[in-house]
């Protein structure tokens, strides 16, 4: 079946640090690959996405490509803002009937100023 | 105007009790969600409808039933609530035939049973 292992955390950077947050995947077939964010009390948003091989994901300075010889995608940002302060959750989709998002564990991000 | 709204966003009740939440999606979606998101942030998916067919059922307790009047609509009851079942439960929706295309969630229920 497909899972998606993420970096645990919680992460804890100071404003303006260079921050990644590991996702690697195991799935059949050509997934497509999903960062969502939530920050706190919300719900769950699409932060970027790439759906397939090679392709890079980007927004909000926010950057993952989509590696299948290595089957991860993962998250990247330069310069980090307080604002960024959410979890961050790593997530696959695929083909097939019961298409179902499948997510990683989630990472808490803080960001101190 | 809301893309996926559930309501009630806080829901407190007593053990035993049994409650319902409802979900509505106005993004002409063909396929709708419920995940539980425990305490550490884990989320579980739980059902799937797709055009108001169950196509998805995570091993849940049977006091979880979910309800799909119409494609645009699930809703989930939950019956003899225990202090377990205390977590934001998230309905989301999405186009079936499109992997490429993300799903969309809701702003939670926060489910205290106490």
């Known amino acids: 079946g497909n899972s998606v292992t993420q970096m645990e955390g919680p992460v804890t950077l100071s404003e303006e640090a260079f921050l990644t947050i590991n996702c690697t995947y195991t799935a059949t077939g050509y997934p497509s690959l999903f960062w969502y964010v939530q920050y706190p009390g919300e719900g769950l948003q699409l932060l970027l996405k790439?759906?397939?091989?090679?392709d890079k994901g980007s927004n909000k300075g926010f950057e993952a490509t989509y590696r299948k010889e290595t089957t991860s995608f993962h998250l990247e940002k330069g310069s980090v803002q307080v604002s960024d302060s959410a979890v961050y959750f790593c997530?696959?989709?695929?083909?097939?009937?019961?298409?179902?998002?499948?997510f990683g564990s989630g990472t808490q991000l803080t960001v101190l100023p | 105007d809301t893309a996926v709204s559930q309501t009630p966003k806080y829901l407190v009740t007593q053990m035993g009790n049994d409650k319902s939440i409802k979900c509505e999606q106005n993004?002409?979606?063909?396929?709708m969600y419920w995940y539980k998101q425990d305490s550490k942030k884990f989320l579980k998916i739980m059902f799937s409808?797709?055009?108001?067919?169950?196509?998805i059922n995570e091993t849940v307790p049977n006091r979880f039933s979910p309800k799909s009047p119409d494609k645009a609509h699930l809703n989930l009851h939950i019956n003899s609530l225990e202090l377990g079942d205390s977590a934001v439960y998230f309905c989301?929706?999405?186009?079936?035939?499109?992997?490429?295309?993300?799903?969309?969630f809701g702003q939670g229920t926060r489910l205290t049973v106490v």
């Open positions: 409808y797709n055009n108001k067919e169950l196509i």
């Open positions: 790439a759906t397939k091989a090679d």
């Open positions: 993004l002409g979606h063909d396929t």
């Open positions: 997530a696959l989709s695929s083909y097939g009937s019961a298409r179902q998002l499948t």
């Open positions: 989301a929706s999405s186009q079936q035939d499109s992997p490429n295309t993300e799903a969309f």
